[in-house]
């Protein structure tokens, strides 16, 4: 071992370590137990799913782009369909929108809860993390029940939605709100009052407005140091025009604030749900969509359970997109860890990076510089030819 | 400020049943809407192939014994199949359907992964044919006339 004085001692965290429950490598460089720097390396679970979109029809392409994420699967799909329905000229049925929006806040619920027990569970606190998960079956029976899967609902088609609510789904879907408002309430009270995961919690990974707004955060990352953003409040799609939800936000920047806010945003999820399905406006459920996309392209923008959520459609008016690019939350997020790392404990790192509710696998991407006049187009084969020299 | 916050929880849990479901020896009711294993019905088939064209797993093929007389047998594979529901979406006659009894579909093997559905004998011809030497791929290619 080289023990120069002024030498770094760093300490690499993956890509494949017990801690991670995806692959990234992260170096923090230590002075004792504080560490003095971070680095981020990303790319391991690189998909090439951008490219794979443009040999696919629309059709195709929802269910694709519903694979981009385990977790928010339906949000993935909501973004597509509503940048394809603008490139169409389609507007979609009130009632299919409002399902869009139940839906939506179903699987932020089951996201957050998700989140809670992961971040639980990285501090140390299993107890809640079995708790949180054992109560979050409740929303997943539910999506089983209303849309047939428990994980990729495929709630979408392109111009509406595949299912309706029945009379007895809304009632097993209120009665397991019920349950899952009381749970939440008490996972509220433990988070704000448990002795040692406050010791865990409060005052670690500060992150303040201006370097919020300055490292581009979003979803509750952001809205946990103050920032007032949020694609629903802010730019409102499908159903949520008609059922506006109220913004949570946090001025203290900290782990607890971003718990405190997810856990917030799952009672204002109960009082949408709720209230969608007492006010279920009556219509059609799809709306007719040419399977030929006019050409043109468009921004589609969706609040997803991490944060904004943008995809980019390029139409050369054939069924097939010419470009579809993804920009997922978690890529905008990264940074708040390097900058906020300093400082704290190495044995903070691992609360700290779930803090953000990070998803390696949504956010990889690859790009190219383009020089001039050189064609740096890739094909198949070389994006495999980079895969096996850039993991060699 | 407290310790021991969710002790209460533990407690409880102690003269509880477990939260874990004890398949396989008590087998889990689904949801009628469960999307299980897809069901063809050749009656009502018109042989327009939208629902293989909107596949995004490529797991469905129709196989054309007679388009005169409208005789499809639908080859399908369990082990591609994504459970979408997009085929059901895109039929327009009502041919296919989504069985929320039939989900347990795990297997050893790779046969029961292939299923056919149609008329016995239409079945039984393309079977038949593809036993024959010198017919390459098996059960005839895509939309094949008999």
Redesign the interface.
């Known amino acids: 071992m080289d023990l120069e004085p002024n030498k770094k001692f760093v300490v690499p965290i993956g890509p494949q370590h017990p801690a991670l429950k995806e692959p990234g490598h992260f170096e923090f460089a230590v002075d004792g137990e504080i560490v003095t720097g971070a680095t981020v390396r990303l790319g391991f679970v690189h998909r090439g799913i951008e490219k794979s979109a443009e040999s696919?029809?629309y059709?195709?392409?929802?269910?694709?782009m519903?694979r981009v994420c385990g977790i928010c699967s339906h949000v993935h799909g909501t973004a597509f369909t509503i940048g394809v329905e603008h490139l169409a000229g389609v507007t979609v049925p009130p009632r299919a929108n409002a399902i869009r929006v139940l839906v939506a806040e179903l699987e932020r619920i089951h996201s957050h809860m998700l989140w809670l027990g992961v971040a639980a569970h990285e501090g140390g606190f299993d107890?809640?993390f079995m708790?949180s998960w054992?109560d979050r079956?409740k929303v997943m029976?539910i999506l089983?029940?209303?849309?047939?899967?428990r994980v990729?609902y495929?709630a979408n088609?392109i111009g509406g939605v595949?299912?309706d609510i029945s009379e007895e789904q809304r009632g097993k879907i209120l009665s397991s709100l019920d349950f899952l408002e009381e749970r939440t309430r008490?996972y509220l009270?433990?988070v704000n009052?448990?002795?040692?995961f406050?010791g865990r919690t409060v005052g670690v990974g500060i992150m303040t407005r201006e370097q919020a707004e300055s490292l581009g955060a979003v979803g509750p990352t952001a809205r946990a140091s103050g920032v007032e953003r949020d694609i629903r409040v802010d730019a409102p799609y499908a159903g949520y025009e008609q059922f506006p939800v109220r913004m949570i936000t946090d001025t203290r920047g900290d782990l607890h604030a971003r718990f405190v806010v997810r856990i917030e945003e799952l009672f204002e999820a109960y009082r949408v749900i709720r209230e969608i399905l007492d006010h279920m406006p009556e219509g059609e459920l799809t709306a007719r969509v040419p399977r030929r996309i006019p050409a043109g392209e468009t921004i589609s923008r969706v609040e997803a359970p991490r944060g904004e959520l943008l995809y980019y459609i390029k139409s050369n008016g054939t069924d097939m997109p010419e470009r579809v690019k993804v920009r997922t939350p978690s890529l905008c997020n990264w940074g708040s860890i390097t900058s906020v790392a300093v400082g704290h404990k190495l044995a903070d790192m691992p609360m700290l990076l779930v803090g953000i509710d990070p998803c390696f696998s949504c956010n990889d991407r690859t790009i190219t510089i383009k020089s001039a006049g050189v064609d740096l187009g890739w094909t198949w084969e070389d994006l495999r030819q980079h895969g096996i020299e850039a993991y060699r | 400020?407290?310790?021991?916050?969710?002790l209460g929880?533990?407690l409880k849990s102690f003269f509880k049943k477990p939260?874990t479901e004890k398949y396989p020896f008590e087998r889990y009711e689904?949801?009628q809407?469960?999307?299980g294993k897809l069901v063809y019905n050749p009656e009502k088939c018109s042989g327009c192939q939208l629902c293989i064209?909107?596949?995004?797993?490529d797991a469905i093929e129709l196989l054309v014994v007679d388009k005169a007389n409208k005789r499809f047998v639908m080859r399908y594979h369990t082990d591609r199949c994504?459970?979408?529901?997009?085929c059901i979406?895109?039929c327009r006659f009502e041919c296919l359907n989504?069985t929320?009894e039939q989900w347990e579909l795990a297997s050893l093997k790779k046969e029961p992964f292939e299923v056919y559905y149609g008329r016995d004998e239409d079945i039984q011809f393309l079977l038949d044919r593809a036993a024959q030497p010198g017919t390459g791929e098996p059960c005839g290619g895509e939309g094949e006339g008999a």
Do not use: W
């Open positions: 696919r029809t059709v195709q392409n929802l269910y694709l519903e107890t809640l708790y054992r079956e029976d089983e029940e209303i849309s047939g899967n990729h495929s088609v595949k299912f008490h009270k433990v009052e448990d002795e040692t406050l | 400020m407290s310790i021991g916050s969710m929880d533990i939260a689904p949801s809407n469960l999307r064209k909107d596949c995004p797993a994504t459970f979408c529901g997009q979406e895109s989504m929320g």
